[in-house]
């Protein structure tokens, strides 16, 4: 119901915007792979290594998902190498650093859980402690995106 009156009276990106005022400054691909991987070394250290880390404008957030992670296994000669990818949708490029942790978070999870069950959000949790408030105001965030077309920029 709260949610509901926030969008009624058109305020939900003011409410998102109050909770969290500033956006990330994260904006490469570099810097994004860094990130990335200090958060996988700080918390799963013996995950596999991360090979390719970029935002991605091709991901189609409302409809489809807000990151992606590809494990790919080839065969080379007598070896056989693995490739692990996380790709970001862009429009988190501009989004608070909380957004973007929440999207990263999950993505590393699935490192060690590949379904969305208990361990998997007990993972999230863990390297996240406000991880389910953050997936819902992300959740919010996307509502607003779909119905108005837009949220102005963080700064």
Not at 61 to 71: E, P, R, Y
Request: proline share 3%; with cysteine.
């Amino acid at each position: 119901m709260q949610v509901q009156e926030l969008i009624r009276e058109n305020k939900l990106a003011l409410h998102l915007k109050n909770k969290y005022p500033t956006a990330h400054a994260i904006k490469t691909d570099k810097a994004l792979f860094a990130y990335i991987n200090d958060i996988k070394n700080s918390y799963i250290k013996n995950a596999p290594t991360l090979s390719k880390v970029l935002y991605d404008g091709k991901i189609n957030v409302i409809h489809n998902a807000l990151g992606t992670h590809h494990f790919i296994s080839r065969v080379q000669g007598a070896k056989l190498k693995s490739k692990n990818e996380i790709r970001i949708a862009s429009m988190f490029k501009s989004a608070p650093l909380e957004f973007l942790e929440m999207i990263v978070v999950h993505e590393l999870s699935h490192f060690k859980a590949k379904e969305h069950n208990r361990a998997f959000y007990s993972l999230c949790e863990y390297m996240q402690p406000s991880y389910h408030q953050v997936e819902f105001d992300v959740r919010l965030y996307l509502t607003q995106m779909e119905i108005f077309s837009k949220i102005e920029e963080w700064s």
